[in-house]
RNA sequence: GCCCUCAUCGUCUAGCGGCUAGGACGGGGCCCUCUCAAGGCCCAAACAGGGGUUCGAUUCCCCUUGAGGGCACCA
C-alpha cells in the first residue's frame, strides 16, 4: 500500500483549543505509527474571520505540543502552497470541472451543487459503515466568488493525495456532501476516521473555546508539561490496552491504531490532567526541570526584572520539584528563599511556642552552625540529631521552631534539604533574627 | 422537526458469549513522616430500561430512554 498521508486542517478563526489539538495529535500519531505524512493546511478562507494572530497562535501550540508536521506553511512540501488563501487557482480549475459535469447552477449570485439523491456510504475506521443520503443542494462558491468549506477541503483532500481524513465526529453528517463532490470530481474516497468529541467539564455540549481549560495556550502559560497534556489527550478516546496510562510518546506511536480509537465521546477532567502533569514534573530530569522552571518563573516575572543566582535558584526549583503537583505552584512555595522580608505565620507560630522551650533550641541550633557541615543533607541531619540526644530533646523540637523561622511557614521541603540550600550564612542570620523579634 | 453517532463506577477507561466486571482520577480511611505534598495499603462506587438470540449475555439484534453532533453564502 502507498504511504499514508493525513492532514490536520485547522482554520485560524479562534485560539486554539483542546478538541483541535487531540485531533491534531491523533493525525499526527497515526502519520508517525504508519511512517506516513503529516501535512498542517490552514484553512483561511473565511476572509471575515481570520486572523495572522490566531495564524501564529497555532503555529506555536503544534510546536510547544511537539507535533510537527512534515509539510505545511513554514515547511514547504510538493503540493503547496498550504495556506488555502493562496490556492485560488486550484479551486478555479475544480470549480470550472463540475460546472462542465452540469451539476451546478447559480442562485443568487452563488454556485450551487446539485446532489445526486443516492444514498452516501462511508466506510469510516472508527464507526463502521455509515449510510447517509444528502438531502439538500449546497452553496460551494459564494456571491463574492470564494469557495466554501467543503468545495475547498474536498478539492485539497484530493490535491494533496490524503489518504485517510482524521477528524472530529461533529463532521460524519458533513461527509455525505464530501463524498458526492469526490465522485464528482472523480477522485477515489479517501478513508474516513471520525473521533470522538471532548465533552465540557460540567454542562452539556461539545467543549468550545470559551469553556474553562479549553485553551492550550493557557496550559503553556500556566507552566504545564508538554508531554503531560499530552499524554492526558492520548487517554482522551484511546487507550494501550493494558493498565498503563503514563506513556512515553515513542510507545504510544508505537502502539496507537485507527481501530482503538473509542466511540464514545469522552468528557474532560482537569483533575485526571493535574495528576499526569504531576506525575511529569516529578519524573522531569533535573537539567531539564530547572530550565523548565526557571523559563516559566521569568515568564510571570517572578525575579521583578532582576537576575537570580542560578545555581542557587537550581538548588531550589530541585529541592522543592517534590513538593508541588505544578509549575505553577511553585511562586507561592519559594518566595522566601529569594526575599528576608517574609511574614511569619501566626498560628503556626501560636502552636510552636505553646509547648517546650523552641527558643532555646534555636539558640543551640544557632550556636551549632558556624562550626557544622552544610554540605549535605546526611551532615545536617546528623547534626540536628546531635543536637537532640545533648540537649534531652527531640529531632522535631528543632525542626519545627526552625523551619518557621527560616521561612515563616509550618509547609515546606524537607528541613534538612532547607537548611543545606539556605546555607549557612542565611540560616544563621535569619535565626538570630527571628531570636530577636520573636 | 429531520438526519447521523454513541451508551461499563461521579469522570477517563479495560472487557470483543462463561470474569469475585480490572485499572486510573476524584472521594473516604489507615500507614509512613520534620510540616505539607508525594508514596504505600484498604474501602465505597458501574454494565440505562425492556424485549429477543443463546445452554449462557456487559458483550450479538430490536425498541425505549438518555447523551452528543449535523441540517449556514462558519469551518
Not at 505509527?33 to 503529516?38: D, I, N, P, R, Y
Not at 503555529?59 to 510537527?68: E, I, Q, V
Not at 499526569?276 to 523559563?295: E, T, W
Request: proline share 5%; aromatic share 10%; charged share 25%.
Amino acid at each position: 500500500m502507498s504511504q499514508v498521508r493525513v492532514r490536520f486542517a485547522p482554520s485560524p478563526t479562534g485560539f486554539f483549543h483542546i478538541g483541535s489539538a487531540r485531533t491534531a495529535l491523533f493525525n499526527w500519531l497515526y502519520a508517525r505509527h504508519t511512517g506516513g505524512v503529516f501535512i498542517l493546511r490552514v484553512e483561511d478562507t473565511d476572509k471575515e474571520r481570520n486572523s495572522d494572530e490566531f495564524l501564529r497562535v497555532i503555529y506555536d501550540s503544534l510546536r510547544w505540543l511537539g507535533l510537527d508536521w512534515d509539510e505545511g506553511p513554514l515547511k514547504g512540501g510538493a503540493f503547496g502552497p498550504y495556506r488555502q488563501s493562496e490556492r485560488g487557482d486550484i479551486y478555479r480549475d475544480h470549480i470550472a470541472r463540475l460546472k462542465a459535469s452540469g451539476r451546478t447552477y447559480e442562485k443568487d449570485g452563488a454556485l450551487l451543487f446539485r446532489i445526486s439523491g443516492e444514498p452516501q456510504v462511508i466506510e469510516d475506521a472508527i464507526r463502521g459503515r455509515v449510510e447517509r443520503t444528502e438531502e439538500k443542494d449546497f452553496v460551494i462558491v459564494r456571491k463574492d466568488g470564494s469557495p466554501v468549506f467543503h468545495l475547498v477541503n474536498v478539492v485539497d483532500d484530493i490535491a494533496m493525495k490524503v489518504t485517510h481524513v482524521i477528524r472530529g465526529e461533529d463532521h460524519l453528517s458533513n461527509t455525505s456532501k464530501h463524498t458526492e463532490l469526490f465522485k464528482a470530481l472523480g477522485a477515489p474516497l479517501p478513508i474516513y476516521a471520525h473521533i470522538p468529541l471532548i465533552l465540557k467539564q460540567n454542562g452539556p455540549g461539545k467543549m468550545s473555546k470559551r469553556d474553562q481549560g479549553a485553551l492550550i495556550e493557557e496550559y503553556q502559560k500556566r507552566g504545564f508539561i508538554p508531554e503531560a497534556l499530552v499524554n492526558f489527550l492520548c487517554l482522551l478516546g484511546w487507550s494501550p490496552k493494558d493498565d498503563r496510562e503514563i506513556l512515553a510518546m515513542d510507545e504510544v506511536v508505537k502502539l496507537f491504531d485507527l481501530p482503538g480509537i473509542n466511540q464514545s465521546n469522552a468528557r474532560f477532567d482537569e483533575k485526571k490532567l493535574s495528576h499526569v502533569n504531576m506525575v511529569y514534573l516529578h519524573a522531569m530530569q533535573p537539567d531539564r526541570c530547572a530550565d523548565f522552571v526557571a523559563g516559566y518563573l521569568k515568564s510571570v516575572d517572578f525575579f521583578k526584572g532582576a537576575a537570580p543566582e542560578t545555581g542557587y535558584l537550581r538548588e531550589v526549583i530541585l529541592l522543592c520539584q517534590p513538593k508541588v503537583r505544578a509549575v505553577e505552584d511553585l511562586p507561592g512555595f519559594i518566595g522566601y528563599f529569594f526575599s528576608d522580608d517574609y511574614p511569619i505565620d501566626p498560628k503556626a507560630k501560636e502552636k510552636i511556642f505553646s509547648k517546650g522551650d523552641p527558643k532555646a533550641r534555636l539558640s543551640e541550633l544557632l550556636a551549632a552552625a558556624p562550626g557544622a557541615d552544610f554540605s549535605s543533607d546526611a551532615a545536617l541531619e546528623a547534626l540536628i540529631q546531635g543536637l537532640a540526644a545533648a540537649n534531652n530533646a527531640s529531632t522535631g523540637d528543632y525542626i519545627h521552631p526552625a523551619r518557621l523561622a527560616l521561612s515563616g511557614t509550618p509547609v515546606g521541603p524537607s528541613f534538612y534539604g532547607l537548611l543545606r540550600v539556605l546555607g549557612r550564612e542565611r540560616v544563621a542570620q535569619r535565626i538570630s533574627r527571628f531570636l530577636a523579634t520573636a
